[in-house]
């Protein structure tokens, strides 16, 4: 027993040491891969870069004459001036609205100044100054946000409530789902935006949206008769129980003048004023809120921010050709070289 208790540790040193060996070589596969990495990176790097420092001097006269040509051009053309009118449709009109948008565009595109100009109600010279219309969702903060997903988990039903939390809620919605729009009008004419404001009334007041409005009219004309019958109800029966009462008084008064021919006390009829009093407070309530409804949405849209009497000047990449030319030029020779490779390879290719 005392011979082999030393040669314990020796076991253990020995049993080591391959995993020790084991570990080294995975981090050696690990550092090796990340190596490959970093070279595939700087290969690409380099091989992107390689037609541009071949071709250096075809490149930089490219550029050079893009440069020019935008600058020149930038100069020449009239100016791009755009202006943003934010909306808030009412009776669903916003349906009509982004269906004409895209109508007005299509009207632009096929440079139908004449129906434009009927449509806005402006000359047909001022109606070839229109470059295009965009619709975006109008600006929302998250308040907003949680008052809408609220809105919407009480219509649906219960049981669908857990399936649909409000990042997904966020997630899915799409332009038509905003309760806001931001419409960006672009033209040649810096201050022709606050005459497109006609064209766009006509927009929200179409028979959809007017029989919309038509409905909800009526609707809440006949709740309101109902609010102010009931009322009427309450107020007769108000009037019943203060009669009673003025009636139980007297009897009382009666009865105490003259003595013992009558019972001084007689059973008195339960009344329920405070009740009544409550809820003509509740029906009042609910006709004030229904009142404000009908004034806050007498109108097919309201405008929160209209358009500006002069259009700022677009300065997007688009329209400053002094820099998206050149960029443009770099882009196409790169594509250009790449073809001429894959030409070269699937010539060559056995």
């Not at 409550?278 to 007498?298: F, Y």
Request: charged share 30%; aromatic share 14%.
């Amino acid at each position: 027993m005392s011979e082999k208790s030393p040669q314990q540790p020796q076991e253990e040193e020995v049993d080591l040491g391959p995993l020790f060996n084991a570990i080294a070589k995975l981090f050696e596969k690990l550092f090796n891969f990340i190596g490959r990495i970093f070279k595939a990176i700087f290969s690409a790097l380099i091989y992107s870069l390689k037609p541009f420092v071949k071709y250096f001097k075809l490149v930089v006269t490219a550029v050079i004459l893009a440069f020019i040509l935008g600058f020149v051009l930038q100069k020449v053309k009239d100016p791009v001036y755009y202006s943003q009118m934010v909306v808030k449709p009412h009776f669903d009109s916003k349906y009509q609205l982004a269906n004409n948008i895209d109508y007005f565009n299509a009207l632009i595109g096929s440079e139908n100044a004449l129906e434009l100009a009927y449509i806005f109600e402006i000359d047909t010279t001022d109606a070839k100054k229109l470059i295009s219309f965009d619709l975006e969702p109008g600006p929302e903060t998250q308040n907003d946000l949680f008052v809408e997903y609220d809105e919407y988990v009480k219509a649906i039903d219960t049981s669908l409530v857990d399936e649909l939390s409000y990042r997904d809620f966020i997630k899915n919605r799409d332009l038509m789902s905003h309760r806001l729009f931001a419409i960006k009008a672009k033209s040649h004419k810096k201050d022709i935006f606050m005459q497109l404001h006609q064209g766009f009334r006509k927009t929200f007041e179409n028979d959809f949206s007017k029989h919309q409005k038509e409905v909800r009219d009526t609707m809440a004309s006949i709740e309101r008769e109902r609010l102010l019958l009931q009322l009427d109800r309450l107020d007769s029966i108000q009037k019943t129980y203060i009669k009673v009462k003025i009636n139980e008084s007297e009897k009382n008064k009666l009865s105490l003048g003259l003595g013992n021919a009558l019972p001084l006390q007689e059973e008195k009829t339960e009344t329920k004023e405070y009740e009544i009093f409550q809820k003509e407070q509740e029906i009042g309530r609910t006709l004030t809120i229904l009142e404000q409804t009908v004034a806050e949405e007498n109108t097919y849209f309201d405008v929160l921010s209209g358009f500006d009497k002069i259009g700022i000047v677009d300065k997007s990449l688009g329209q400053r050709y002094f820099i998206f030319f050149p960029l443009l030029t770099l882009v196409l020779f790169y594509l250009f070289f790449l073809v001429v490779k894959v030409f070269k390879f699937i010539k060559t290719y056995e």
